[in-house]
């Protein structure tokens, strides 16, 4: 029985907490962790007990047998879901003679210098820390390190096919290497798509294999509404159309436990600011708060703290920050505002709420401006309420979730790692840094031809010197890329101004405001009193009324097999059971719309004068090759004089209308034509896509950008779904 194999204490607590069992999953991992030696991947579902799946087995290994050194590592994504991990296992470890340290960067130098003292237990951290330590501590990572038994990676989906991903990869893989001990590795994750790839990277640089218990979840019940709103973005809150939307989420969340998830931080703060407003106007309490990357640390942590206080209503907006796995134990509903990007998105989201047994709760609300239907076409169809619609039935029909895709070339990280390794042995032989470099798996397409380049190219910027027996050490310009504590992310620091009410941090803006305007920020509207430019200080006021600010920020990427189902919707006649009134007679224009220009039998249409549309239906990336085929292939031929449109939902082609057609047969035909990658970047290309790719030489940038921006495959997969009937 795996219960009597728990630690004494932890049995007590489970006692002590009348848990009357212990859930499936908990057992299977036990069962796992306690009778073999392979890693462990927990698939399961929010709230399914994942955390303790994993730190119930491997505390009592760590009971049982003390380990020499820090027996365990937590990775954590952000910092708030360290902290809440923290919390949780302080609790577990009162009876225990097992330290747990979180540690970044705003845990207190004196802490981290007690964890370091006595190195033992469990140690929380981010990636970014984890590099520090690498670098910082080699010369006692024996010390730190040499007994460690476990690595715990929370939310995995989160890293894999991204270079932070990678990074802990590297980080665990050189860890090992340096300690000369192999540790067993848990994941932890609710919203994966394939095992089998989530598996082969958990095994990464390790000879053991991964074990993925198959538990049955259960069915969960959920409420799932979507409705549509046109809005004015040059009107104020008194307007009806305004009024209608924000009053429509302000009664969605009036006295709840509410979680609004926008896609970027300026969508968080204007919806906030306009509920304060109505509540003022109301006279109701302000229960608002925001969390992204932008608002200070202390007001983010209130906002977790307010949303975890049982009995109290809460509110807060956020992006992806409050995505991962921050246990907010009562929360009620979620609210989208406008399409996720993702499946994976949105099942994330979706298991904020119904935690205790009760339904998850989760709203989308989509909003367009209301002089759409004035607008050109393409903008007359609701792309974020299909988007919606589809990303809910994938879920709902086939359970799928978005694949990830390995990095081929990870070049910017390639030189983030190769800096590292050279800054912590302090000065290296050529062959002895490649050998280390090159041995982890995310760098197996890099050749050895590859790398020499590399080296030679960071020789000549200055950023690596050859001493005169020819081994390698940091150069001047190198120098004074790694001395900064932003070297150990692998992701783009954005260099922000701080924004400050006398001594209260409120956040930072990237775009600079003008003495005396007004902006908004952490949901509220403050007036620029003093700009220092030295220090990047703003002094701010706070005032009344509601104003705006502005933050750039990618869209993310999207999935072909969404785009395909966003077509079936408007394609069939379904009538979704989750859809609201207004969502149903948009989507009854829509799909009216549709069908009059025969968009079910073609994928493109005329406009007025030389504009023409083409509907690709494709994803992300599918679209960005599209793109680059015709530029290439085609824009001289059929004389076609400017390319744009909006990824991934349509092509706009300025062109005479009577080479359409024919370019669309072309496009059609493209798939049987020997076509290479290569093909579709100009030697005089170089697109920097990463951090660190200002280093890189350009036939590597090239390299990395044809195989992992650009797909054909996606491609020919996509003109396959594309009806060949073509009606004029």
């Known amino acids: 029985m795996v219960f009597s194999r728990l630690a004494p204490f932890i049995q007590e607590y489970i006692y002590r907490h009348n848990w009357n069992e212990l859930r499936p999953v908990q057992v299977a991992a036990c069962e796992v962790i306690f009778d073999t030696d392979a890693h462990l991947l927990v698939a399961a579902g929010t709230a399914a007990g994942k955390t303790e799946a994993a730190f119930l087995p491997v505390l009592s290994e760590l009971y049982t047998i003390q380990p020499q050194s820090i027996g365990a590592i937590y990775i954590g994504p952000i910092k708030a879901l360290i902290n809440d991990q923290f919390e949780r296992l302080n609790e577990l470890l009162k009876e225990a003679d097992i330290?747990?340290?979180?540690?970044?960067?705003?845990?207190?130098?004196?802490?981290?210098?007690?964890?370091?003292?006595?190195?033992?237990?469990?140690?929380?951290?981010?990636?970014?820390?984890?590099?520090?330590?690498?670098?910082?501590?080699?010369?006692?990572?024996?010390?730190?390190?040499?007994?460690?038994r476990f690595?715990?990676?929370?939310?995995?989906?989160?890293?894999m096919g991204t270079?932070?991903?990678?990074?802990?990869?590297?980080q665990l893989a050189r860890l090992a290497y340096l300690t000369n001990r192999q540790h067993r590795r848990i994941g932890l994750s609710a919203t994966l798509g394939d095992y089998v790839l989530a598996e082969t990277w958990l095994a990464s640089d390790t000879c053991r294999q991964v074990i993925t218990p198959k538990v049955d979840g259960g069915k969960r019940n959920l409420k799932l509404s979507v409705e549509h709103f046109f809005v004015s973005e040059t009107e104020d809150l008194s307007s009806k159309n305004q009024g209608d939307y924000h009053e429509y989420i302000f009664n969605l969340t009036q006295g709840s436990k509410s979680l609004i998830f926008a896609n970027n931080k300026s969508q968080t703060e204007a919806i906030i600011a306009s509920l304060r407003q109505i509540a003022q106007h109301k006279g109701e309490p302000d229960i608002y708060h925001v969390h992204h990357g932008s608002i200070a640390a202390s007001l983010r942590q209130a906002a977790e703290v307010a949303m975890q206080e049982k009995g109290k209503p809460a509110v807060t907006a956020a992006t992806l920050t409050l995505e991962v796995g921050v246990d907010i134990g009562n929360l009620e509903r979620v609210i989208q505002l406008e399409a996720p990007t993702s499946v994976a998105s949105f099942l994330q989201r979706l298991g904020r709420t119904g935690r205790r047994g009760e339904a998850a709760d989760m709203r989308f609300i989509c909003a367009e401006d209301i002089t759409v239907q004035d607008a050109p076409f393409p903008e007359q169809i609701p792309w974020q309420l299909l988007q919606s619609i589809a990303i809910i039935q994938?879920?709902?029909?086939?359970?799928w979730v978005e694949p990830f895709k390995p990095l081929k070339y990870p070049l910017s990280l390639l030189y983030h790692q190769t800096m590292s390794v050279l800054v912590a042995a302090g000065e290296i032989a050529p062959?002895?840094?490649a050998k280390q470099v090159l041995s982890l798996s995310v760098f197996q397409y890099i050749t050895f031809d590859d790398y020499r380049m590399l080296l030679q190219y960071l020789i000549e910027i200055n950023h690596i010197q050859r001493t005169d027996t020819g081994n390698l050490f940091l150069g001047l310009a190198g120098e004074k890329i790694v001395n900064k504590y932003q070297f150990y992310a692998v992701f783009p620091e954005v260099r922000e101004y701080q924004v400050k009410q006398d001594t209260q941090e409120i956040g930072s803006v990237a775009i600079i405001p003008k003495v005396g305007s007004q902006f908004g920020l952490a949901g509220r509207t403050w007036e620029v009193l003093e700009i220092n430019t030295q220090k990047k200080v703003?002094?701010?006021?706070?005032?009344?009324g509601q104003a705006s600010i502005y933050w750039r920020g990618g869209s993310g990427i999207i999935h072909s097999k969404i785009l395909q189902r966003m077509r079936q919707v408007l394609c069939e006649e379904t009538e979704y059971s989750y859809l609201q009134k207004n969502a149903i007679a948009r989507l009854r224009t829509a799909r009216q719309l549709f069908y009059s220009q025969n968009l079910d039998q073609r994928n493109f249409l005329h406009l007025e004068a030389d504009k023409c549309l083409i509907f690709p239906w494709m994803g992300t990336i599918g679209y960005r090759t599209l793109e680059r085929?015709?530029?290439?292939?085609?824009?001289?031929t059929y004389r076609i004089k400017r390319i744009t449109g909006r990824n991934p939902y349509y092509l706009q082609l300025r062109m005479p209308q009577e080479n359409l057609e024919p370019l669309y047969q072309e496009i059609l035909n493209l798939p049987h034509l020997q076509i290479i990658p290569e093909h579709l970047v100009s030697d005089s290309e170089a697109p920097q896509m990463e951090k660190y790719d200002e280093f890189i030489p350009f036939p590597l940038l090239r390299k990395a950008f044809i195989h992992d921006y650009l797909d054909l495959q996606q491609v020919w997969e996509g003109l396959g779904c594309i009806p060949l009937t073509n009606k004029p």
């Open 163 to 170: 270079e932070r991903g990678c990074q802990i990869l590297c």
């Open 538 to 544: 703003i002094q701010v006021k706070q005032v009344p």
């Open 394 to 399: 994938l879920y709902l029909e086939e359970r």
């Open 151 to 159: 690595v715990i990676i929370d939310e995995v989906h989160a890293f």
């Open 629 to 636: 085929l015709i530029e290439v292939f085609f824009r001289e």
């Open 431 to 433: 062959k002895d840094l």
């Open 99 to 148: 330290p747990v340290f979180p540690w970044h960067g705003d845990v207190s130098q004196s802490y981290k210098n007690k964890a370091m003292k006595n190195p033992r237990g469990v140690l929380q951290i981010t990636p970014e820390s984890l590099e520090s330590f690498l670098i910082n501590k080699h010369s006692d990572l024996q010390r730190l390190f040499g007994d460690l």
